[in-house]
């Protein structure tokens, strides 16, 4: 069963509970989902969900991808699929499908670590205009030492970094608190 509005929802609430400070920069998503948007359509340009993964080994060390397209480093993620029933796995799917990361890999809470709202730049070669990506960003621990797989169509490189590279504050300040032991 594909991923529902009421799992959106469930998802955004949970996310909120744990950080009221976002409600109202969230309430949009809801307003969305209550109109009957489709949000996990990648053709609803007003705004569709994404996931997301960041993956911290060992070394306190976050995984990074060079994203071909948007020709950014950027955290594992992407897209929905119709065969993805819930947020949290298919932040996992993307993870697996960009990195061959599958094994060892485990979510640090059952919520995302951050859900941030960015604009996409117009794509015509995909026929996309300018949208934006509501990304469910979850945090992951690596235990051991995987190697990675890159998907080459999607992604040129990858590189482990000093969490403190992370340029969105919010999730780096999440992250941080969540390799200390703090609630995220």
């Given at each position: 069963?594909?991923?529902t509005?009421d799992?959106?929802?469930?998802?955004?609430?949970e996310?909120?509970?744990?950080?009221?400070?976002?409600?109202?920069?969230?309430?949009?998503?809801h307003e969305?989902?209550?109109?009957g948007?489709?949000?996990?359509?990648?053709?609803?340009?007003?705004?569709?969900?994404t996931?997301?993964a960041?993956?911290?080994?060992g070394?306190?060390?976050?995984?990074?991808i060079?994203?071909?397209a948007?020709?950014?480093?950027?955290?594992?993620?992407?897209?929905?699929?119709?065969?993805?029933?819930?947020?949290?796995?298919?932040?996992?799917?993307?993870?697996?499908?960009e990195?061959?990361?599958?094994?060892?890999?485990?979510?640090?809470?059952s919520?995302?670590?951050?859900?941030?709202?960015?604009?996409?730049?117009a794509?015509d070669?995909?026929?996309?205009?300018?949208?934006?990506?509501?990304d469910?960003?979850?945090?992951?621990?690596?235990?051991?030492?995987?190697?990675v797989?890159?998907q080459?169509?999607?992604?040129?490189?990858?590189a482990?970094?000093?969490?403190?590279?992370?340029?969105?504050?919010?999730?780096r300040a999440?992250?941080?608190a969540?390799?200390r032991g703090?609630?995220?």
């Amino acid at each position: 069963m594909p991923i529902t509005a009421d799992h959106i929802r469930a998802t955004l609430t949970e996310y909120t509970d744990a950080h009221p400070e976002e409600k109202t920069a969230l309430e949009f998503v809801h307003e969305l989902i209550d109109e009957g948007i489709d949000v996990t359509s990648r053709k609803e340009f007003r705004g569709h969900a994404t996931a997301g993964a960041v993956v911290v080994n060992g070394d306190g060390q976050a995984l990074f991808i060079r994203h071909v397209a948007l020709d950014r480093w950027l955290t594992p993620g992407g897209h929905l699929e119709r065969e993805d029933t819930d947020l949290l796995g298919a932040a996992l799917r993307e993870l697996a499908e960009e990195t061959g990361i599958t094994l060892s890999v485990s979510p640090v809470q059952s919520y995302p670590v951050h859900i941030d709202v960015h604009p996409i730049p117009a794509n015509d070669s995909k026929a996309e205009p300018e949208h934006r990506h509501l990304d469910f960003r979850y945090l992951f621990r690596l235990e051991g030492d995987q190697g990675v797989t890159l998907q080459e169509e999607e992604v040129s490189g990858y590189a482990w970094r000093n969490v403190d590279t992370i340029t969105d504050e919010t999730l780096r300040a999440r992250v941080r608190a969540s390799l200390r032991g703090a609630t995220p």
